[in-house]
């Protein structure tokens, strides 16, 4: 659990990002997606679920993909240690990881190139969906904000998120209690983000947060399969169903393997969409508030 406690410099300076950042997006789509196609060096690069460096997700580059990758590459070699020690701690060892965790420039610049490759592939074909899904959620917390305030706003982020004035709560991967500098607060959401809210702390910067809204054009089925694939947003369609939706069930149900719905179920549980829990001799999975809303287009 995270405490953020808000100064009223901070509450002052609550802001919305216009539109969404294409290397976070492509570093938080990695773990989302993570199965829907291999991202090749990020599955050693960026773990796959859980906390994430600091750098790869910089203030700088909302303006463009290119960007955000300098920003990446431009990250002192320092930092770029101190934040892969902290957020690899608990995972295995590999050669580019280590590389990495030593601040090599080459594992850096990999890293760059396979983020690029990503958004290319996974990103690029629906970006224009994900700007207008961004555009349409930043109207409605407008409107929200015209007449709630920001009270309004912070309160109705999501499950997640815990707002009593003047302090934000959040689940997270990690524990701490944070005060706020008075440079304000960035709200981002993302369709990426997961369970889990993201919260980027900087001296001298806005606290940054992260957290999860349905993806663009959901109740279309068309646009699903391409920000999901199409047998993960089969699967999520039949979980909407009613009945008992254990993981046998649902490989029947959308005509694929036992592994492949063990597979599909995990990442949508990975990504805060679905539940899962053991009942007698059988996993049963059931959708999340936020799956419910991804399915039906929020």
Known sequence: MITLRLTPADLGRVRLVPRPHPVGAA???SQALRGTAAPGPLRHL???RGMLPDFVTPYQGLDSLEAGLDAIRATPRRRVRADVARAYAHLPATPWRRRLAAGDRDAVELLASALRAWFDKQLR?????????HRRWVDRAAREWAVSGVDGVLGGI????????PVLEMESWWSADLAGSGEGLVLAPSPFAGPRPRLLVEPGRPALLVFAVAPPAAADTEALA????????????RLGEPGRHTTT?????????LPSASEHAAALRAAGLLSSEREGGAVVHRLTPLGVEVRRGG
């Open 226 to 237: 391409r920000l999901l694939g199409r047998t993960r947003a089969e699967v999520l369609r």
């Open 27 to 29: 570093v938080l789509a």
């Open 158 to 165: 999501g499950p997640s998120v815990r707002w009593s004035s």
């Open 249 to 257: 069930a649902l490989a029947k149900a959308a005509g694929i393997s």
């Open 46 to 48: 960026l773990p796959a």
């Open 125 to 133: 074909p629906q970006w224009n969906d994900l700007e207008l899904a």
